[in-house]
């Protein structure tokens, strides 16, 4: 095990927050440097996968997240007009396992919460412009000049816009053109959250309308559902600008099951947009220095894969520094031990996104052409699951074991 060591978190985000609670929990002398000056819950659903359940629940904090969120089933997408197009019924793979939908805030609040609770020491209102080595320690910087250390490690787990990414060894770091608006909205009737699916509906590639059933959101006991349409970024002035009426009856013209969440809505405020990124590195790490989360491998979120990667590289690299006898060798054992499950996923969303985010006609001819065949094709539609579950690694390698993950669930899950 590598010796109790000052190891300073850039970000309070999933990646920042879980390591935290791990790294704290296992000895070390925690501080976390989050730049906004009061974090609040805010933000839309996600969908944590089995992978990131089995990872919540090595932080003891499964139940807790579990108990807001809303259990997902199957990924379901249509084409505009009813046409089915994909259908990944998580129990093609095993009978108990599923997804589950959770409002960003119920993760953000637990996870900050358990890290307060491990001892870690979080400074908020910081904003980390970079980092140095000095005399074999590292020292972070912040914007406002302020110098804080020295500290025997950094995790750079401050998202894709990373300020540290200039100590990066090999990077590739660029926005999407694409990225998507996003709504919670209240679903009383249980509209969207009694189907227990991420419901998508598309035409071409240029248009895609999910959404996510979300839980309940932080503070409140109303089910919400997470609305997503998918927009390129150069495009959301001119969707701004046409007005609220405008955009509601398109969704409409999509989903009219929608009427009743949008009805609240007067105006586009409550609408937020996020742009997705492409960040690629490797090594993930460089001496006292690891970089984890988006900061190291954000994808578009087609998979949604990101805050489960999150919480798994928090895993492993509390498992690197248990297991190894000093620092680099445990730095190393971590980029080893993410490598290939990452760049098998980076891989695929990259392959992915295309076909349901781009001008691209002949893409999403294609798409439509060849997708539906996949319900009748059992390898290929369980390679789909598979994916969509977290658990591949690649075409040609074994997955992660799913039948250990399942009994690792077992006990959480209900009957
Ligand atoms: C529309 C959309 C839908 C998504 N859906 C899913 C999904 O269904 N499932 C899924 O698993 N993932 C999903 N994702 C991806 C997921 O949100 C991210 O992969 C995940 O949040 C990454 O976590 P992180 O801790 O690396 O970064 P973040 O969550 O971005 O946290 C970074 C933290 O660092 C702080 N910070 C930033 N810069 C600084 C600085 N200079 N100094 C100090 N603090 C700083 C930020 O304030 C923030 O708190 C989605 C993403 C988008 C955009």
């Known amino acids: 095990m590598v010796a109790a060591e000052d190891i300073a978190i850039v970000g309070a985000g999933t990646a920042g927050a879980a390591s935290a609670i791990l790294l704290a929990r296992a000895g070390h002398r925690v501080t976390v440097f989050e730049r906004v000056p009061v974090p609040t819950a805010v933000g839309a659903g996600i969908t944590l996968q089995p992978t990131g359940q089995a990872a919540l629940l090595r932080l003891d904090l499964l139940e807790a997240v579990r108990a807001r969120a809303a259990p997902i089933e199957r990924l379901r997408c249509v084409q505009r007009g009813g046409k089915p197009l994909v259908d990944l019924p998580y129990a093609d793979i095993h009978p108990r396992l599923h997804g589950l939908g959770v409002h960003r805030g119920v993760l953000f609040e637990t996870l900050f919460a358990g890290a307060h609770a491990a001892g870690a020491q979080i400074q908020t209102g910081v904003d980390i412009a970079r980092s140095e080595v000095v005399s074999d320690a590292r020292w972070l910087v912040d914007t406002a000049g302020g110098r804080h250390g020295p500290f025997g490690l950094v995790l750079a787990a401050d998202g894709a816009v990373c300020e540290l990414h200039g100590e990066a060894l090999r990077l590739r770091a660029r926005p999407y053109r694409w990225g998507a608006l996003f709504l919670v909205a209240d679903d009383p009737d249980e509209t969207f959250s009694r189907d227990r699916e991420i419901h998508q509906v598309v035409d071409g590639a240029h248009h895609l309308l999910g959404f996510l059933p979300t839980g309940r959101a932080p503070h409140r006991d109303v089910p919400v559902v997470s609305l997503f349409w998918s927009i390129r970024a150069d495009r959301v002035d001119a969707w701004r600008a046409a007005g609220v009426e405008a955009w509601r009856e398109e969704v409409l013209d999509f989903e009219p099951r929608a009427a009743p969440i949008l009805a609240p809505l007067t105006d586009l405020s409550p609408v937020l947009f996020a742009r997705y990124f492409d960040v690629t590195m490797y090594p993930y790490h460089r001496e ?128």
């Open 288 to 415: 006292r220095l690891v970089f984890m989360g988006d900061a190291a491998h954000a994808t578009s979120p087609q998979l949604g894969q990101g805050a489960n990667h999150a919480l798994l590289d928090a895993v492993a690299l509390a498992d690197a520094l248990a297991a190894a006898p000093d620092l680099p060798t445990a730095l190393a054992a971590y980029t080893a031990s993410r490598r290939r499950h990452l760049a098998y996923y980076q891989f695929a969303a990259r392959m992915l996104t295309p076909l349901f985010q781009s001008d691209s006609r002949v893409l999403a001819l294609l798409r439509d052409l060849l997708f539906p065949h996949a319900r009748w094709l059992r390898p290929i539609r369980r390679r789909m699951v598979r994916t969509m579950l977290g658990v591949d690694r690649g075409l040609l390698r074994r997955p992660l074991p799913v039948g250990e993950l399942a009994r690792q669930l077992a006990p959480t899950l209900p009957d």
